[in-house]
């Protein structure tokens, strides 16, 4: 599902949130672009990263350009230490440091199944 650009901000994010987080069982959604959407640290870490540790059906997730720093990259990279299904994450022109960027580093190698950059 591609809604990049439509200005979707953190109610928004919330709901979608909400659906990756019940979307184990039956669900079709396993790719999900949110590019250039502001979801900022706090979507990234409160929202899209809880998401993240229990949805076992997305595989490919991008949020290029939406926002995220130094929190919102540290919740990723501790939601990608136990989801096992996720194999393309894209966080290209964000505000993520090569510290930020280590602590991912560190996560996709307890992550055998997200291949490193």
Same mark, same amino acid.
């Given at each position: 599902?591609?809604? #990049?650009?439509?200005? +979707?901000?953190?109610?928004? =994010?919330? &709901? ?5 987080? $019940? ?15 502001? +979801?900022?640290?706090?979507?990234? *870490?409160?929202? +899209?990263?809880? *998401? ?14 939406? #926002?995220? #720093?130094?929190?919102?990259?540290? *919740? =990723?990279?501790? *939601?990608?230490? $136990? ?12 505000? +993520? ?9 560190? &996560?996709?190698e307890r992550n055998h199944r997200l291949p490193s950059p």
């Open positions: 599902m591609g809604v #990049g650009s439509n200005k +979707i901000r953190r109610n928004g =994010i919330g &709901a979608i949130a909400k659906v990756l987080e $019940t979307n184990n069982q039956s669900s079709l959604l396993h790719t999900l672009y949110l590019d250039s959407n502001k +979801i900022g640290n706090e979507g990234a *870490a409160t929202m +899209i990263a809880k *998401a993240l540790r229990s949805n076992q059906k997305l595989h490919t997730l991008s949020l290029w350009n939406a #926002g995220i #720093g130094r929190e919102g990259a540290l *919740a =990723i990279a501790k *939601a990608l230490e $136990t989801n096992i299904k996720l194999q393309s994450l894209d966080l290209w022109d964000n505000y +993520i440091t090569r510290a930020h960027f280590a602590a991912i580093a560190t &996560a996709l």
